[in-house]
């Protein structure tokens, strides 16, 4: 059926998708904007800073808050060694503000509480206060920094009546949100790939947002990928972040990867014992048409995908966001998400936990299906995690009494 260019055309979901972004980017800029401005504000009320200084510090600020921006231009045009000193400065920093404000948020409140009470509350609005902040924000960004670089293993069993007597069961490790692109390149994945290697898994699974933005240096990390291939194969879904980067050039991307996408598909592996599935996220219905029929307007369209499949089969959902099924009983026995990163640096995990009912780890759900989501193996903006580790997840898949 040609669309044209009508209201639900190509032209119009482009044009619908543009407008997001360019609110999303407004957004982002007032907000981060609003932060820059309160740090300013406050650095000059407790150090006394006078005007000239204040001018040059917020020239300098101003060119932090839109840095991000300039990143993605940048990048765009070709420039990357200019778009990667950018972004190293811009996203380090940016990580660093988020901790720093959200410190001296957390003395104001404390300085509001404690002023009715009687209490002495000078020294929280002083230069000790800010100067203790600063300290601490900076000692906390270099945590998060090595935190970061540093991806830790989740390891669980599952036990299922699904697994035939005689199999000895399938080890499935699970990697969510690396964002290989400008930042995040052939050393740091290297790391996550010792993990993966180490766990000497049955089959690879990537529940999304695997690559980030540009893609034009990220082709060593393709074949780094590549040269891994465990016996049962690599499979993979579309996160947001890859239709951000372009649907055809992901696409690529994982093919030359070794991983099969999985776009509103199902296939049966380890002789008729697993069943595996994997739908697009939602995103995909922003960019055009041909995106939507791979991306379920409700969870509900989840359970046609595994009608096909007989009910002794183990049936895995890939799924980028942690959005789940409210069939009862549950139309898979394992859904594998990502997308919320635990918020990658606290307290934007407070944040994660009131958008996602489920925002990290393992649950169980009301239709007896089980959720594991992902912290995420890499990270996005900055190359910061804070209380929030990286993670590679093995899942064992064993006979029950087997564990």
Known sequence: MKQGASAGGPASRNGNFMKAMLLFVTVFLLVYGGMHLYFLLRLRSAFGIGSAATVVMALILAFLVVSPVLVTVLERRGHETAAL?????????????????????????????LSPMGVHARFFAGYGATVLCLVLASGLSAWGCYEARNPQTTHITIETAKLPETYGGIRIVHLSDVHLGLVLREKRLARILE???????????????????????????????????????????????????????????????GFRLLRGEVVVVADGVLAVAGVDDPAGRKLSPLNAPHSFRDTGEEEKLFEPVDDQVFRLLLKHQPTVSSAMPSPFDLQLSGHTHKGQIFPFTLVTGLVYRYSSGYHLLPGGGRLYVSRGAGTWGPAIRLMAPPEVVIIDLVKNGAS
């Open 85 to 113: 000193v950018i972004a190293y400065t811009g996203y380090t920093w940016m990580g660093f503000m988020f901790i720093t404000v959200s410190l001296f948020l957390f003395v104001d409140l404390l300085r509001a509480v």
């Open 195 to 257: 993990l993966v290697k180490e766990a000497r898994p049955d089959i690879l699974v990537s529940t999304g947002d695997l690559v980030d933005g540009q893609m034009d240096a990220i082709a060593g990390s393709a074949r780094l990928l590549g040269e891994f291939a465990p016996p049962l194969g690599k499979f993979a879904v579309m996160g947001n972040h890859e239709f951000y980067a372009g649907v055809s050039n992901a696409a690529e991307f994982h093919r030359l990867s």
